[in-house]
């Protein structure tokens, strides 16, 4: 067995089936992992941090794609990016018309601290258009369009955890599905698309699973693990 590097995981489309719920079989993978586990996301950070509380893991989570770094080791917290910006791209979005497309609750929105989702069924041109006259970005996650800084992203959210840790982003084993794990794919020492994955995570993939969804996180993980 090839020595067990530190993981870095995506939740939505890498430990979940098609329809968003998160496999079961990902649970004892996660538990007995003998390395630290980030787990990094498109989510606001409760979603994440949740995860972790059930699984019974360390709470170490990147969310908001780089905007939000929480390591319980250390018991630090760092918000990055321009959330005003976001929610200035979110409300000249409304004013021409458009709605962010998840409800009156929002619970897409309702805690996240450094950036603004929209549904994928509300119209992108103008969303890029705004976000690019507030200096931010439109990352398109395959699940939602992320309003979000160009200066954060999963890659500085691995190196934030690194600086706490005392470990480098090249120890780390990384697996996602979309373009918003490029970025840890290209600092991670190894970088592995599950076949679900988009166009831009897999060009920057180091390998691709032949399976798909929480199958192809099994499959990525596997050359690490007991036979």
Known sequence: MTETPPLLVDIDGTL????RAVDPRVFPVLR?????VVIATGKAMPFPIGLCEFLGIERTVVAENGGVVFVEATDELQLRGDHEAALAVGEAYRDL???????????ANRWRETE???????PLAPLKRLADEYGLVVLDTGFAYHV???????????EAVCDELGLAPG???AVGD????????????EAVAVANADATATAR??????AAYADGFLEAVAPYRPA
């Open 178 to 189: 979309s373009e918003n794990d490029a970025e840890a794919f290209d600092v991670a020492g």
């Open 148 to 158: 979000t800084d160009p200066s954060v992203d999963k890659g500085t959210g691995l």
């Open 32 to 36: 007995e992992w003998p390395e630290p």
């Open 171 to 173: 120890d780390f084993l």
């Open 205 to 210: 993939a180091d390998r691709v699973t032949d």
């Open 16 to 19: 979940t089936d098609e329809s």
């Open 97 to 107: 018309g458009h709605e962010l497309g998840f409800g009156v609750v929002d619970l």
């Open 116 to 122: 603004l989702v929209v549904s994928l069924d509300q």
